[in-house]
């Protein structure tokens, strides 16, 4: 766990013997995240993900954001950042560990922050 610092409010998915955990914030640096980690079980090793790439979609630095996952996906919502509480919404596939952002009603859509989330009817 080298490395890892001090961070807290990041959010887990496990999936085919990984854990992967998304954003949070650095409590030593006072800075909120948008790294993305996996934690190899039968390794026992911690990798960081680098995707901050050109064309590659990534949600802002967040922490205390929704998160539930449901098969082979995770379900991001919300959170806050230095900026204030976030309103968006994203989909990770955990195999390929890129997100997809979900297209919401901006004006419905309620800013949320320290929340759960849950799957409702399937859905």
Avoid at 12 to 19: H, I, N, V
């Amino acid at each position: 766990m080298d490395g890892f610092g001090a961070r807290h409010s990041l959010s887990a998915a496990s999936w085919k013997g990984k854990t992967i955990l998304f954003g949070g914030q650095d409590v030593l640096k006072e800075e909120v995240l948008n790294e993305m980690f996996v934690y190899h079980h039968e390794k026992g090793e911690l990798e960081c993900i680098e995707y901050l790439k050109e064309g590659v979609i990534i949600p802002k630095p967040r922490n205390s954001h929704g998160w539930v996952q449901k098969k082979g996906k995770a379900y991001l919502f919300g959170g806050a950042n230095n900026e204030g509480p976030l309103n968006d919404a994203y989909v990770l596939d955990l195999e390929t560990q890129e997100f997809k952002r979900i297209e919401t009603d901006a004006e419905q859509t309620p800013f949320f922050e320290m929340h759960t989330m849950h799957f409702f009817n399937g859905d």
